[in-house]
């Protein structure tokens, strides 16, 4: 503290305190001036000073294990939350994985050593996304496989090319989907924003529950949306509204099909976390942050725009 002339032992912002671990160190002695400060004398140098040397060799005072809120904010990296974490032998499947925000944690994953496979719709560029995280760790374990959750047969056709590796499955995250696709029915017969964005993941967590459960403790993650709550997917007597999950076209808006898919996964989270963490498996839903600069909004080119505005003020991919 330069305007007391003295060591300060408490950090002013924080509230951290520290403690001397030890006495002077060889060659200094302690005096007291005319005005009673406390001041140190190294005879070896032949200098005075009112700051303590012991400063070298303070520890903690009852140290304080840091809290997410402290450890993390806007500003951190995918990199930085798993800094010095050791993923060997870890299985992880994510949806949606050659772009945006599924890369990343693709990229992320398999740079900590984890077995990353990338479940995606195209197949070429799954594969263009296993090479750029080779180009940066060559020994990294990444595999790209196809997966069009338009499609409840690829869904299982997946399902089984997984189960055949016979390998464990330690975290499923479900990041694939669509934003502000125009109506159109999947090979299904249901809408597509509901199909891709919820029932696709959901048949593909039905089919995986077991490879979760033999290989617990095991997660599963849901990218969902601060937008669910803008949403009601009950009719007026308070009951799920079936129609309003597979709208027609002429009740259709994407905007609305959106929030309601990313409310699904939500409750389906929930209902999941209820029913498998006592197995071992656990489950979360996740708000990635609001219009992050990514390709989700390619499907109308006011998306792009608002998206485009947005970007200095949102979080960076």
Known sequence: SHLEEKTQWEHPKSGKRKRVAGGLPYGWEQETDENGQVYFVDHINKRTTYLDP??????????VKPTT?????????????????????KVVIITGANSGIGFETAKSLALHGAYVILACRNTSRGNDAVQRILMEWHKAKVEAMTLDLASLQSVQHFAEAFKSKNV???????????????????????ESTF?????????????????????????????SSESHRFTEIKDSSGKLDFSLLSPSKKEYW??????????????????????????????????????IYSSIHRNWWVYTLLFTLARPFTKSM
């Open 69 to 89: 809120r402290q450890k993390y904010d806007g500003n951190s990296t995918a990199m930085e939350i798993l800094q010095g974490r050791d993923l060997s032998g």
């Open 168 to 190: 464990p499955l330690h975290i499923l995250i479900c990041n694939a989907a669509v934003f502000g696709a125009p109506w159109c029915l999947t090979e299904d017969g249901l």
């Open 54 to 63: 012991r400063l070298a060799f303070t520890v903690e005072d009852n140290p």
């Open 254 to 291: 994407a905007m609305l099909a959106y929030n309601r898919s990313k409310l699904c996964n939500i409750l389906f989270s929930n209902e999941l976390n209820r029913r498998l963490s006592p197995h071992g498996v656990t489950s979360n839903s996740v708000h990635p942050g609001n219009m």
């Open 195 to 223: 199909q891709v964005n919820h029932l696709g993941h959901f048949y593909l967590v039905q089919l995986l529950e077991g490879v979760l459960r033999q290989s617990s403790p095991a997660r599963v993650v849901m990218v």
